[in-house]
T-cell receptor, first 116, second 113 residues
Framework: DTGVSQNPRHKITKRGQNVTFRCDPI?????LYWYRQTLGQGPEFLTY????????KSRLLSDRFSAERPKGSFSTLEIQRTEQGDSAMYLC??????????????FGPGTRLTVL | GESVGLHLPTLSVQEGDNSIINCAYS??????FIWYKQESGKGPQFIID?????DKRQGQRVTVLLNKTVKHLSLQIAATQPGDSAVYFC????????????FGKGTMLLVSP
């Protein structure tokens, strides 16, 4: 257990529904990241936050994807109007945030989304 | 384009053997390389990292080697145990631009008793 928690662990939804996932990072970590992982592939970066500021979101897969971290603690990832192609594992990671230095990311267990 | 990739998708070893998992990278600007282990149904778990100005780094039962000349990274696991069975990813990070990781596809390590 890395200390990063994600809820729910599994989500099954019907195409067209909206879903929201939550990530609670390690408490002293300033940076929070979202990744998507499909079967047999490595995690694919989506977006990240430095405290409450979303510093990079160009990798979000479409405008149906959005993320927030309103108080610089937990974060949510929302997918609107889900499609079957959104089925994947959604991973959250956090790190201390050490400027330009190496900054180890610790991953949560992920939320597995299945869109029917 | 620039990428991080792995040579072998599956590696099968006997318990007690030493395992070597390889990774090729193409971005010579990367500053930092990391190995993650991912067990079924879990998120990636940090194993060991190495900075680009190093050739070798050792941890507990694991060693990472970096050969910048041929852009090759390897993870050596000594005395492999059944609990080492997992998918192993190498990832690269560079300090310019936004701070994130680029992962390769992964190698599955299967350890039989």
């Amino acid at each position: 257990d890395t200390g990063v928690s994600q809820n729910p662990r599994h989500k099954i939804t019907k195409r067209g529904q909206n879903v929201t996932f939550r990530c609670d990072p390690i408490s002293e970590h300033n940076r929070l990241y979202w990744y998507r992982q499909t079967l047999g592939q490595g995690p694919e970066f989506l977006t990240y936050f430095q405290n409450e500021a979303q510093l990079e979101k160009s990798r979000l897969l479409s405008d149906r994807f959005s993320a927030e971290r309103p108080k610089g603690s937990f974060s949510t990832l929302e997918i609107q109007r889900t499609e079957q192609g959104d089925s994947a594992m959604y991973l959250c990671a956090s790190s201390l945030g050490a400027g330009g230095k190496t900054d180890t990311q610790y991953f949560g267990p992920g939320t597995r989304l299945t869109v029917l | 384009g620039e990428s991080v990739g792995l040579h072998l998708p599956t590696l099968s070893v006997q318990e007690g053997d030493n395992s070597i998992i390889n990774c090729a990278y193409s971005n010579s600007a990367s500053d930092y390389f990391i190995w993650y282990k991912q067990e079924s149904g879990k998120g990636p778990q940090f194993i060991i990292d190495i900075r680009s100005n190093m050739d070798k780094r050792q941890g507990q039962r694991v060693t990472v080697l970096l050969n910048k000349t041929v852009k090759h990274l390897s993870l050596q696991i000594a005395a492999t145990q059944p609990g080492d069975s997992a998918v192993y990813f190498c990832a690269e990070w560079k300090s310019s631009g936004y701070s994130t990781l680029t992962f390769g596809k992964g190698t599955m390590l299967l350890v039989s008793p």
